[in-house]
């Protein structure tokens, strides 16, 4: 995956390497040598963090929950969880980051750990990921060179004012597990690394306090690590001079379009139609048609939403999320209709099961989706996606199902006309599906490399 | 003591106020504080209690408990498919949900712990919807059945796979007793029930559909013969009510007013049957001949089991003639039940209908079925108009009385005969039947006698309203049968002129029925009821029987005193619904055709009043009643998700014929979400767990508690998506898993996904040629079933200690350990609770009554007491 050229104007933050001749993992250094854990978390908390795993939950919070936790009497020492997964198939922001800078997210896995008073801190990649291990490794390696892992990191006991509890011993694992998509749910993920059976479980309690093998844990996505690592070793006010005030700092989107796909790191606030300008939108012959955002379970936007910036708040309003940071352009050669029910397809496939709405609400939405396409719909099949959609968020046990209804609804909320099409008259006016004579056909490929993708 | 916990919603008693601390403080050394500490032993009694308010209610429970373990404790119900009380909450079925003040997303309750101060309500019709929404979707992909097809069909919804099994294993009495559940007289029925069970019967599929009708006959018949030989009370289907001192008049000794009377009696109500004819039995007697049902060995001998629950029957006492409504409530009759049945019988609408020779059925019947010559039948040329029973039973009795020749005239076709089943046995006996042709007129002479009947031929049109094709005149094809006497049989009435001064009130329909509602059976005047043909309009027996009994609980209810608009839910949660579905044929079955009843030939039953159906020997009724398939699920009666679908409405609501669609959605997974769904295999290869994935919900229930209880781990969620399916790695035999035979699991499930095979067990024969008194059977069996027997003797030594480490690994508190099968013992439980079960040795002895003085005169009918005809 290639690295998109982006304006010059645009901050280089996660993607950031410490300058050669500086001393190495200064961020980790100055967390430990400078601030101490509540200052640190101070720091993260003051730069505006909020975690790129999707969520968008303020990373300083998170941070001390966890601490917080850890002083209950009885509670087990927390650990830290750095996903570097990257559990959507079209986003490949995550493995990027690992290749192009491990550096930053181990020193910011080793900061988090430090700052909660964790002992070990694990990142989990998936196991093909061979370039993405062996650069972690590497990385891990150089900063037990550097001193400031293993034993008495950073050379903590040798400094004045140590206190007793604060962490002596400092060591980050890589782990490799084999899995699906839900592994981009964090209670997955966790039971995942305990080897159990990869479903979701109930929150609260939240895993900072009942997290990996019972310990408060902290699970952050690898580029909040990154930014952990760029915010110690410069500031939090700097971070904040990114971005929106709200959401500061920048983040990594994988975009894809008929004329060119990559990843690239754009600061919070971007309109959508300046990311889409990265891969040239939808090439000179085509228009931009609409943009999913967000991944399979993300929001399909119409292109007069271009205008959106990318950010938590605005994309939720509009339909979407941030997800994965995945954006995938579609031209006019592309259905809706067929997108739609093509994603909540893979959706409903990549359930794990353990939930009534998901399991079988996900799939009864996939074939409202396919009947539409299929030109077979059932009277009132619009309402039904609605009341489903509503009763599958009303009843969600994780935000796989939640999400999983976006692009249906968004496609409703946008594509109403080009829905009505295949409904009323049994017409796809993009030719990608044939909603009167199915039987036998296979439908044609949309224009778009989401297909694939998906 | 309760009150004590519970108080009613003030602001004062809000949870974890100062002003409340102070007013409950006693409760550190009170009765309350016993009672929580010793109904919930969980938590440790260390834990500081909590106060939350459920649904306008303050309850308390201990720190650290959910929601859900609150709410239980304090006896309030959320529904939930996925708990286990023995583990932590698992969320799975999303059936617990429930809203908490301040809180935008409903939690679930059964991983939400409950915080102080908390505000939960349980059914808001957010968190009804969420559930009903769940329901739908696991219906969707629930690719079994509930009731068979042939339970479902009975209008009464008798247990049939339950009694055949009883007659296949010799229990004849208590085969009888599963029958009177529902309906009081098997024997009657046994006889002229036109079986509708049998035409939906899954025996079809392998070879032919089981005698049900025949089967349960020769039950009540053994009931009978016990009874007259040995003076043995007939079984009692539930244990007898307390006398409630109320009174109940009944009119009508008909099949819906004696099943009425015999419910009412068992729920310790008074009952006294009016009956305006000298002998009780109304169409039973006067409309059914005696070669079909004997009226002194059968009906009688059933009658009596009312007599003997104490029941009066009053004859020659006709409402409108001889009393008024009026005069029963004077007399402190506190529910009146009308069950008069249909007696008028319908015109033709045809001239010359009026001519003397041209008879009312009924009419015919009525001295016809006791056996005697109706004046001047003999060497006549006979008519009969119709083609429902009554039709049937005209010209069948006209042949035994010698008629010259019985010609059966319908106008539809043969297949759209509520008689169909019987007329082969009329053509038999010498009926001409022609079909699809309507009289036109009828001919007289000039003294008015008549000559012959003119028809014309009927062409079928468009489907009416019940399905049949309509027939329509083809003009130009009248044709004339001669004949000298005509008689009619085409439907019936109520007879509705007793409405009036002394009985105001009643009203009539449009198409003249008694108008009484379908549930509460409540007519128009309080404490007046109506029930069977009368509000119906003239049906079969076995839907008679079926009114009187459901017209008997709503009587109950009034007597009692509930709310009778209340009842209309609650009659619909006790009938069952119509749920079945596409069934897997049995085609591995071995084929063992239908033992048919011997009966006398056609040229012999001719001139004979007597029954012509032998009955079965011991050995065709058992082998006949072996050959059911017990299509019922097992779960029936406990199934979690039944109950919630009943509650929920996602059963009913979505079965129910509608208009203009037929017969209505066919499945329990027809409902709005029906797409594509699974059907599983059964696997019965282990000795004592029965594994039926089809009902499998996915609630991971029996995972969860064979790996983290007993710690086997047999099953898991496998596959992914929609595909996911909890089962067995490789959907392998249990027998393959490190299954310790503990039954937990059957234990848990919450369908009958995972049943117990009890059965197996007790047919489970050791050949002790080959035991070699290892012991491990003894250890491993979780029922302890073997540790008494005479062969395990030297099986002591290995049974101090457990066999399989993997029971000792569990942290089982051995406290709630269950080693029984909750469900056999709850359904027991709930049977013994609900009054529906009847221990024998706890039967009240009824003191043996004969027929009150009142109809002594008419009570040996039969005899010769046809007093009206003279």
Redesign the interface.
């Known amino acids: 995956m290639s690295l998109l050229k982006t304006p010059a104007a645009w901050p280089t933050i996660l993607l950031e390497h410490a300058p050669t001749g500086e001393e190495p993992f200064a961020g980790l250094r100055r967390a430990v040598r400078e601030l101490g854990p509540a200052g640190t978390i101070a720091e993260v908390a003051a730069s505006g963090l909020r975690g790129r795993g999707g969520g968008g939950y303020p990373t300083g919070e998170k941070w001390r929950a966890a601490a917080a936790a850890a002083t209950v009497p009885g509670a087990k020492t927390p650990a830290v969880v750095v996903n570097a997964y990257g559990a959507d198939p079209t986003s490949l922001t995550d493995r990027t980051l690992v290749a192009e800078n491990a550096t930053a997210v181990v020193e910011g896995a080793a900061i988090a750990a430090w700052a909660i008073g964790a002992e070990e801190a694990v990142i989990a990649v998936r196991t093909g990921e061979t370039a993405a291990i062996a650069a972690l490794e590497a990385a891990i390696a150089a900063a037990h060179a550097a001193g400031v892992l293993g034993l008495d990191p950073a050379g903590i006991a040798s400094l004045a004012g140590h206190r007793p509890g604060s962490a002596r011993r400092l060591e980050i694992e890589v782990r490799t597990v084999q899995g699906a998509y839900m592994l981009g749910e964090e209670t997955v993920l966790i039971k995942a690394l305990e080897g159990k059976r990869g479903q979701p479980e109930q929150r609260p309690p939240h895993p900072t306090e009942d997290g990996l093998w019972g310990a408060p844990t902290v699970v952050q996505n690898a580029q909040t690590a990154a930014a952990v690592a760029w915010i110690l070793r410069h500031s939090a006010e700097g971070f904040r001079s990114v971005g929106t005030a709200e959401e500061p700092g920048t983040i990594l989107v994988d975009v894809r379009g008929p004329a060119g796909a990559g990843v690239a790191e754009v600061p919070f606030g971007t309109t959508l139609r300046d990311i889409v300008k990265l891969v040239g939108g939808a090439g000179a012959a085509h228009q931009v048609k609409a943009v999913l955002v967000g991944g399979p379970s993300g929001g399909i936007l119409p292109a007069d939403q271009l205008s959106t910036p990318y950010t938590y708040q605005a994309l939720r309003a509009a339909g979407a999320h941030v997800g994965s940071g995945s954006i995938v352009i579609a031209d006019e050669r592309a259905c809706v209709v067929d997108l739609a029910r093509l994603l909540t397809r893979f959706c409903a496939d990549e359930a794990c099961g353990k939930t009534i709405p998901c399991r079988i609400g996900t799939r009864r939405l996939a074939e409202i989706g396919e009947r539409l396409s299929a030109g077979t719909s059932r009277a009132r099949d619009l309402d039904l996606l609605v009341d489903l959609a509503d009763d599958i968020i009303g009843s969600a046990l994780c935000d796989h199902e939640r999400l999983a209804t976006l692009p249906l609804t968004s496609g409703l909320r946008y594509f109403r006309p080009e829905l009505d099409a295949h409904l009323e008259r049994g017409e796809c006016p993009a030719g990608v599906c044939h909603p009167i004579a199915l039987a036998g056909a296979a439908p044609a490929a949309p224009a778009t490399t989401t297909t694939s993708a998906a | 003591m309760t009150d004590l916990i519970v108080r009613p919603e003030t602001p004062e008693s809000r949870p974890d106020t100062p002003a409340v601390r102070g007013t409950v403080a006693p409760l550190e050394d009170s009765v309350a504080e016993r009672f929580i500490t010793t109904q919930a032993p969980q938590r440790p009694q260390s834990s500081p209690r909590i106060r939350i308010e459920v649904d306008g209610r303050v309850v308390e429970g201990f720190e650290g408990q959910t929601i859900l373990e609150v709410c239980r404790d304090n006896g309030i119900e959320i529904p939930t498919l996925c708990y286990e009380p023995k583990l932590p909450?698992f969320?799975?079925?999303?059936m617990c949900?429930v809203e908490v003040e301040g809180e935008g997303?409903?939690p679930?309750s059964c991983?939400?712990?409950a915080e102080a101060g908390m505000k939960v309500q349980t059914q808001t019709d957010?968190v009804r919807?969420?559930r009903r929404?769940?329901l739908e979707?696991?219906f969707?992909?629930h690719n079994a059945y509930c009731l068979p097809p042939c339970q479902n069909k009975c209008p009464s919804h008798i247990d049939i796979p339950g009694f055949l099994k009883q007659n296949a294993e010799g229990n004849f009495r208590e085969s009888a007793r599963i029958f009177k559940r529902t309906i009081p007289f098997p024997s009657v029925l046994g006889r002229v029930c036109p079986a509708p069970c049998e035409e939906h019967c899954r025996r079809d599929e392998v070879d032919e559909a089981i005698a049900i009708r025949d089967s349960h006959r020769y039950a009540g018949d053994q009931v009978i013969k016990a009874m007259l030989d040995d003076d043995v009370d007939p079984p009692l289907p539930f244990e007898r009510s307390a006398p409630t001192g109320r009174r109940v008049a009944v009119i009508g000794s008909g099949p819906a007013g004696m099943a009425a009377a015999y419910y009412l009696l068992i729920n310790g109500h008074e009952v006294t049957v009016f009956e305006r004819d000298p002998a009780p039995g109304g169409m039973l007697r006067y409309g059914i001949p005696q070669y079909r049902l004997p009226k002194v060995e059968v009906l009688e001998a059933e009658y009596e089991s009312v007599a003997r629950l104490g029941g009066v029957v009053v004859c020659n006492q006709a409402l409108g003639v001889d009393f008024t409504l009026d005069d029963l409530q004077f007399q402190g009759f506190d529910a009146v039940l009308i069950a008069i049945g249909c007696y008028d019988t319908n015109k033709l609408g045809v001239p010359g209908e009026d001519a003397a020779e041209c008879l009312d059925g009924l009419e015919y019947l009525r001295t016809a079925t006791l056996g005697l010559p109706y004046p001047g039948h003999a060497g006549k040329r006979v008519v009969v108009i119709g083609g429902g029973f009554t039709s049937m039973d005209c010209s069948r009795t006209s042949i035994r009385q010698g008629a010259a020749e019985v010609t059966l005239v319908y106008r539809r076709d043969m297949k759209d005969m509520p008689a169909a089943n019987e007329v082969h046995e009329a053509i038999e006996e010498g009926v001409t039947a022609i079909f699809q042709a309507g009289p036109v007129r009828v001919l007289t002479d000039d003294q008015g006698k008549v000559t012959g009947v003119e028809f014309i031929r009927m062409q079928l049109g468009e489907p009416d309203a019940s399905g049949r094709r309509r027939p329509e005149p083809a003009p130009g094809t009248e044709f004339t049968i001669a004949c000298d006497r005509v008689l009619l049989a085409i439907g019936q009435g109520p007879e509705l002129d007793w409405i009036g001064p002394g009985s105001e009130g009643p009203k009539a329909t449009r198409n003249r029925r008694l108008q009484a509602d379908a549930v509460t059976f409540e007519t128009g005047r309080p404490g007046v009821f109506a029930t069977g043909d009368v509000r119906v309009g003239a049906a079969t027996v076995v839907q008679a029987i079926a009114e009187g009994r459901r017209s008997a609980y709503a009587v109950d209810a009034y007597l009692k005193g509930h709310d009778l608009a209340a009842i209309k839910t609650r009659q619909t949660l006790a009938e069952p619904d119509p749920i079945f579905l596409s069934i897997v044929p049995f085609t591995a079955e071995v084929k063992e055709p239908r033992y048919r009843l011997k009966a006398l030939e056609a040229e012999e039953r001719r001139d004979s009043y007597v029954e012509y159906e032998f009955p079965y020997s011991v050995e065709e009724i058992v082998a006949e009643s072996t050959r059911c398939l017990q299509c019922t699920c097992e779960a029936i009666g406990y199934c979690d998700l039944r109950r919630l679908g009943i509650e929920y409405g996602t059963t009913l609501t979505t079965l129910e014929p509608r208009p203009n669609q037929g017969a209505g959605l066919r499945s329990v997974n027809e409902n709005?979400?029906t797409?594509?769904n699974h059907d599983y295999v059964r696997d019965d290869s282990h000795a004592f767990i029965l594994r039926e994935p089809a009902r499998c919900?996915?609630c991971?229930r029996c995972a969860n508690v064979c790996a983290e209880v007993v710690g086997a781990a047999c099953y898991?969620?496998m596959?992914?998506?929609?595909?996911?399916?909890v089962t067995t790695p490789l959907d392998m035999s249990l027998n393959d898993t490190p299954c310790v035979s503990c039954g937990r699991c059957a234990e848990t499930c919450p369908t009958g996904a995972l049943m117990p095979k009890p059965r197996v067990l007790q047919k489970y024969e050791v050949d002790e040629s080959r035991c070699i008194l290892c012991g491990i059977c003894v250890d491993a069996c979780p029922y302890d079933a073997l540790r008494d027997g005479g062969e395990f003797e030297l099986a002591h030594t290995s049974r101090a200690e457990p066999m399989i480490d993997l029971m000792a690994l569990a942290e089982v508190d051995r406290e709630t350990e269950v080693t029984y099968i909750r469900k056999e013992r709850d359904w027991l439980q709930r049977a013994i609770d609900g009054g529906r079960y009847v221990e024998g040795s706890r039967v009240l002895k009824v003191l043996p009554a004969r027929l009150s003085p009142g109809s002594a005169n008419g009570g040996g009918a039969g005899d010769g007491s046809h007093a009206h005809l003279e």
């Open positions: 909450g969320g799975a079925c999303r949900v997303h409903p679930i991983s939400r712990q957010e919807r969420l929404t769940n979707l696991i969707s992909d709005r979400f797409g594509v919900i996915d991971g898991d969620f596959r992914i998506g929609f595909d996911t399916l």
